[in-house]
DNA sequence: CTGTTAGCGCGTTCAG
DNA sequence: CTGAACGCGCTAACAG
């Protein structure tokens, strides 16, 4: 800068003002700066600019795994919206950690991160998140909190509702569901939509009709607790997988394993459908979540928080996209039940 | 800091050299320093450290889709090996856009990162990366260039030679190929690796059995050039998918849509597996990428190069995996062909 | 073993 | 409309 002003002959303080426009100068010497900025290849310096102006334009993204498809998409979203904002984001993966979190949360505070992006580790104290607030603005992402405060994810309740009224308007009066590890808010939510879905339909929930209260994160856990209930006498007719693709491929595993087809030993619906999941045979059905547009709003919700700190809290459900194949039963082609229009 | 040296009574020096350990410093007065440090909360300004020790302990990460899986992968390798070293990567995705990827370099030459992460955008000039290299150190991941650099990606000349001759071993003869845009790095290599198959075994290069020269970067682009291929009297026995997952989905669609079946009209090889084609009917066979050791191995060439910054320039090659299913044409639970061992 | 001081590169008063 | 001087939080060099 110094280099820019000496070329041009003005004040570093010129300069300055040239450069971000924040007060009149006159042709003539803005010409000459630019003019020397172009010349000496000068590019200012964000450090200094952030030192002096307490604001980094940098956000911390914290997610649990950047290997799933919906984290990966929502990455997506987010630095999408953030470069048109020329903000940076700061990456950290927690593996669904907590002490990677709590240093991973730590080292971006210490970089003076303008605000976080945040997608809770199950298990996370719930004075970590209030302690989080007092230093600086978070909105969560996916896994939402029950407490009022910035957050977008899916809408998954009412999704998962819907998702199993289908099997029980299909006919199954006995449908399983693999929810996985419930500490997960948005598990919890898929488990209270299904049983929401009995509910309605006048069906008994049976407890060992619910499978995964403990930890089942991997394809192998999914499968082994899968097997079992479908080995008996009295089967299920239908199952529900709503925890993540790893358990969907579990339950798979496990059908085939006991010679069981789909749809019509067992019919299948998905809550997180990964990709090409129309080229199985039978082409599955379920829902597509809309991580990139989750991690949009997500961004976006925290840059208007940036701007009115005082503004009231929101909190922002997205619907996934509902996509009809075979594994639930129907003829190929058939249209979205009602329900999914919007 | 001036908190932490007034309540410990010492000067800001000391508190320095205390919580960076750089100089003996009394029993008492670090203790004095460290429950002062405890007492007002404080945290180290990375922000005001990076200025001082011109020195960020940032990297920049440019990759061209995030959302990909092999990108994905490569993220979190990256991110794993980084933080170990207290070292953050800011993101910049760009798409594939020529546009985004200069200015989310600019980007991150101005927030200072202390080294780059880089996957070219295809069509990148030459000069851009000489003109980069200039300024800060750069390793180039998965689109290797011919230049002397540190890199690191997939050995794919090689596999894809050993993929191809896989099918010649089954009987193949007339073996197409879809490339993809061959102005990537990757793809041309792999190109390559099916010529050399095919001259290997003595087998004719037939220009019209390789697709995608242009531009394919669609399932449905895919899908539309492999149709045409598979409908004539004269159709190839085999083809391998050597761009991505969307030009493997779009080939299946176009098999499909003939109603030929895999493997026993056309034997299929993939050399970009995607999560869970074992669960395809057939398997599918093929190659699934070291996107997570990618990413690894290119940060610690990253970091040993700002350590020696005069070192000779490395290039690391990877092998990736065989994944032995049926889409290939053999049995069941086929060991991998040799020359897979390693 | 410890304290004092200068300056990293900027943006912003304040005085002209 | 312009320029000189200050300070953001920290570390390195030097002085004690």
Redesign the interface.
């Known amino acids: 800068m110094r280099d820019v002003s000496r070329v041009a002959g003005v004040s570093t303080s010129t300069v300055s003002h040239v450069v971000n426009g924040t007060r009149r100068v006159s042709d003539e010497l803005r010409q000459r700066v630019l003019n020397a900025v172009d010349a000496v290849q000068y ?6 600019r ?2 002096r102006m307490s604001r ?1 334009n ?1 956000i911390g ?1 914290v997610i649990s ?3 799933d ?1 919906v984290f ?2 929502m ?2 979203g987010i ?2 919206e953030a ?1 048109e904002h ?1 903000i ?6 927690t ?1 669904e950690e907590l002490e ?1 979190q709590q ?2 949360v ?7 991160v303008d605000g976080l992006l945040l997608t809770e580790v199950p298990g996370t104290p719930d004075e970590f998140l209030d302690e989080l607030l007092k230093e600086i603005p978070v909105v969560l992402m996916d896994r939402l909190s029950t407490h009022g405060l910035d957050q977008v994810g899916t809408d998954s309740t009412v999704a998962t509702r819907l998702l199993v009224e289908h099997l029980v308007e299909l006919g199954h009066r006995d449908i399983a569901a693999l929810v996985g590890d419930t500490r997960v808010p948005t598990l919890r939510e898929r488990e209270q939509g299904y049983l929401e879905a009995l509910e309605r339909a006048g069906l008994p929930a049976r407890g060992d009709r619910v499978l995964g209260v403990d930890k089942i994160t991997t394809r192998a856990a999914a499968r082994s607790v899968v097997g079992p209930l479908f080995s008996g006498s009295e089967r299920p007719t239908a199952i529900i997988s709503a925890s993540h ?1 790893a358990g969907t ?1 579990g339950i ?2 496990a059908l085939r394993e006991l010679g069981l087809t789909v749809p019509e030993d067992v019919a299948l619906v998905i809550f997180d459908l ?3 999941s129309d ?3 039978p082409k599955l059905t379920g829902l597509v979540q809309p991580g990139y547009r989750i991690g949009q709003e997500a961004m976006r919700l925290l840059l208007s928080r940036l701007e009115h700190p005082d503004a009231e809290p929101q909190t922002i459900r997205l619907r996934p996209t509902f996509i009809h194949g075979e594994s639930c039963g129907c003829p190929p082609g058939t249209p979205a039940p009602s329900g999914w229009q919007a």
Chains 1, 2 share one sequence.
């Open positions: 590019r200012q310096d964000a450090l200094a952030a030192m980094t940098t993204l795994d950047a290997g498809h990966a998409d990455v997506r630095e999408h470069r020329g940076t984001p700061l990456l950290a993966n593996g990677r240093t991973s730590r080292a971006l505070l210490s970089r003076r693709s491929a798979l595993d990964f990709q090409y080229l199985f045979t």
